[in-house]
T-cell receptor, first 112, second 111 residues
């Protein structure tokens, strides 16, 4: 069991470009959570998804951010028209049920 | 609204010392509390998970305690080693599924 896989590990985007972050949950896990860690800050919840459903996106910025977890394939966190303030580490966790998630290694997004 | 605070923000101690990291939370209605380790540029490693009905958990040189009534948890590290140098994060699981995180304690163990 390979654990939660996030890719890419590092992503550099110019302002205005799109960023797509992928999270492959552990085998058998149908719950996915995304968190964002801004520089020198704690992690903040963004969104909770189950297969084909967004359960809670209360932590997502209202614009430019979207997430999906399709029936097949990884969960995707998509950031359109990135700005410098989007630079952060984005962590994904997966679990077979509601809690006790296993975290991936994160994607570090740098917007230049 | 749950808020999680970790004190101190940074700590530097000589190798071999025992040390305590603190985590406090404002809402005692928690589901669980976890301690994580984060190495620079790396992911998150779960160290200990304490369910709300438990008082402590131990793993090797690590011991975490939970006092819900006072809104506090401590992470005790015995006989610290340079390899323990990392940022330690406390995360509180609420009655929903979200984890609320502290900002972390950056620990440096000097050889």
């Amino acid at each position: 069991n390979a654990g939660v896989m996030q890719n890419p590990r590092h992503l550099v985007r110019r302002r205005g470009q799109e960023a797509r972050l992928r999270c492959s949950p552990m085998k058998g896990h149908s719950h996915v959570y995304w968190y964002r860690q801004l520089p020198e800050e704690g992690l903040k919840f963004m969104v909770y998804l189950q297969k084909e459903n967004i359960i809670d996106e209360s932590g997502m910025p209202k614009e430019r951010f979207s997430a999906e977890f399709p029936k097949e394939g990884p969960s995707i966190l998509r950031i359109q028209q990135v700005v410098r303030g989007d630079s952060a580490a984005y962590f994904c966790a997966s679990s077979p049920q509601r809690d006790d998630g296993t975290f991936g290694s994160g994607t570090r997004l740098t917007v230049v | 609204k749950q808020e999680v605070t970790q004190i101190p923000a940074a700590l530097s101690v000589p190798e071999g010392e025992n040390l305590v990291l603190n985590c406090s939370f404002t809402d005692s209605a928690i589901y669980n509390l976890q301690w994580f380790r984060q190495d620079p540029g790396k992911g998150l490693t779960s160290l200990l998970l304490i369910q709300s009905s438990q008082r402590e958990q131990t793993s090797g040189r690590l011991n975490a305690s939970l006092d819900k009534s006072s809104g506090r948890s401590t992470l005790y590290i015995a006989a610290s080693q340079p390899g323990d140098s990392a940022t330690y994060l406390c995360a509180v699981g609420g009655l929903n599924y979200q984890l609320i995180w502290g900002a972390g304690t950056k620990l440096i163990i000097k050889p």
